[in-house]
């Protein structure tokens, strides 16, 4: 029986993965491990979900070796999807080594132990985040040089490049998907658009860095997961996909179709302070994703936002 670890699952793209996938593979063990942190919520992974024969939770803190041996001599899983990490760069200017010993020590973590186990697969989710920014024409190819500007994007690539390391030297099975933002249900409220709807639903001000001319390719989080199923289940091994909405909004168009939907105008909005090497814009290129596994987004942007508009006002 195949078994797959799972980091990271309480967190908002591990668990609606989970929420979907667990139930559709009742052939696989999913093995969930996450340390719980502020960002990990057991209540976003479905009851049905949580009471499925093919579920198992195991809190652990990918930091701590040992604790993560006694859960692999337990269940011999035979592969990895890496959701696990410190992922806000506002958190990581405050605490930047904390994201060092996550996401790069945590993930080196993770591959000895795929290296001792003799595991198959390891899946490592990146960010578009670790090629910096882009000018204003053009776009993030996955042979795009990597450039990270903030402590969590350096991060994230140290990882990315760690298990890359391990598959020249080692000779490790991986694949990595670097996504563009994603929105959904079950994001945490330090993120854009759940911090925002939480602000105008108390009817508060939301912060909006600098003019907010900032641009980000926007991907509904469900149709991110469906990438990565592919990518785990279907890619050459060591290989590398970009995965995009082909959703290109400043972050003041957003804040402004989130105060339109929910009865507000642009006096809501609170111009703060930029943060420090904010990138200015990030945008993906997915041909090879496409072209290779036939993957494309299916949920457009005037629907996703809609639903996770739904979503969060009926909390």
Known sequence: MQKIIITGWAGFIGSNFLNKYVLLHPEITFINIDALTYAGNIEKISLEVRNAPNYVFEHRDIRDIEALRAVYQKFQPTDIIHFAAESHVDNSIKNPRLFTEVNVLGTQNLLD?????????????????????????????????????????????????????????????????RCSNNYGAHQNFISLIPLFISKIQKNEKVPLYGDGSNIRDWLYVEDHCDAIWEVFNHAKDRSIYNVGGNNEYTNLEITKIILAEMGKDESFISYVADRPGHDKRYAIDATKIKNELSWSPKVRFEEGIQRTLKFYLSK
């Open 113 to 177: 132990l795929h290296r001792e186990f003799n595991m198959k697969r390891f899946h490592y989710i990146s960010t578009d985040e670790v090629y910096g920014d882009i000018p204003e024409s053009g776009f993030f190819k996955e042979e795009t040089h990597i450039e990270p500007s903030s402590p969590y994007s350096a991060s994230k690539a140290g990882g990315d490049i760690l298990t890359q390391a391990y598959g020249r030297t080692f000779g490790l099975n991986y694949t990595i998907t």
